[in-house]
């Protein structure tokens, strides 16, 4: 896989069977000859990083120290580090929402959410010989948390399946019409329970299988016109907004260049 950084070795492992419902994780080893750094950049999915190696990390000038939990709001922000070992967990917000409670755009600790069960599972994993047993031990540890955690309104589940489907070009006011509900409930329950609201919610849906599209090769003005966008400059303000950057850098992002490796199975059904 292409990195900007031709020094870094990436290790890349994928559980042997597929974990619970809209649970998607991988395992990760980073290390270069200097210090690693990367842009970490919103997907449509919570994203949750235990990182077992003891290794602090910095993000925006502060250093952390174990896991993290981003929900679908979140700005890029920049990641430096020395080496990374963790296991990356791609939560449905659906999902999200019974493990982890309200997460809005806010980049936290898990101990914060978790408390002293966050750093026990981190020590287990860290004492794991192997990758099999380190994903056995999350899907445990999420398993019982989403038994007991909150469920989603039902309304809200299949308008988010409705915006994954159509790539974010769905219309949320018909959404809210066919649900019964009105505009305005959609907009306040989905928020809550999703972490960010339809409108926005789809916005990010359609950048992702956009900026996934040009990383391919296909060309922007196809993309552009295939995904709903007035034009290609519009496509590009989206991509600069969710990434920082420009969609020509976008593409040689390490965390984008990776997915078909990490995710090959939400990246086929989600961006065909």
Not at 37 to 47: D, K
Not at 135 to 143: G, H, N, P
Not at 224 to 247: I, K, N
Not at 249 to 266: F, I, K, M, Q, V
Request: aromatic share 8%; with cysteine.
């Amino acid at each position: 896989m292409r990195t900007a950084d031709p020094t870094a070795s990436w290790q890349i492992t994928r559980p042997s069977r597929p974990t619970l419902p809209g649970v998607d994780m991988a395992g990760f080893r980073i290390h270069g000859d200097r210090a690693i750094e990367l842009r970490a950049i919103p997907h449509p999915a919570v994203t949750v990083a235990i990182e077992f190696g003891d290794r602090p990390f910095d993000i925006h000038g502060r250093t952390w120290s174990g896991s993290v939990a981003a929900g679908l709001a979140f700005d890029p922000f920049q990641v430096r580090a020395e080496g990374i070992e963790c296991v990356q967990i791609r939560l449905s917000p659906i999902t999200a929402h019974a493990v982890l409670g309200e997460l809005r755009g806010n980049v936290v600790t898990l101990d914060d959410l978790w408390g002293r069960d966050a750093t026990r599972l981190r020590e287990r994993l860290h004492h794991a010989r192997t990758w099999p047993q380190r994903f056995a031990l999350i899907d445990a540890e999420l398993s019982h948390r989403l038994n007991a955690g909150r469920t989603v309104d039902p309304e809200v589940a299949w308008a988010w399946r409705q915006i994954l489907a159509g790539h974010g070009t769905a219309r949320i006011g018909d959404l809210a019409a066919r649900t019964g509900w009105s505009r305005q409930r959609m907009w306040s329950r989905f928020a809550a329970q999703i972490g960010l609201t339809p409108k926005r919610a789809a916005m990010l849906v359609r950048f992702d299988h956009a900026v996934h599209r040009l990383i391919r090769g296909h060309a922007p003005a196809r993309v552009a016109a295939d995904g709903g966008y007035a034009d290609q400059s519009h496509l590009h303000h989206d991509v600069r907004a969710f990434t920082g950057t420009t969609p020509t850098a976008a593409a040689n992002e390490p965390w984008l260049a990776a997915d078909t490796t990490a995710w090959p199975t939400s990246f086929t059904a989600a961006r065909s």
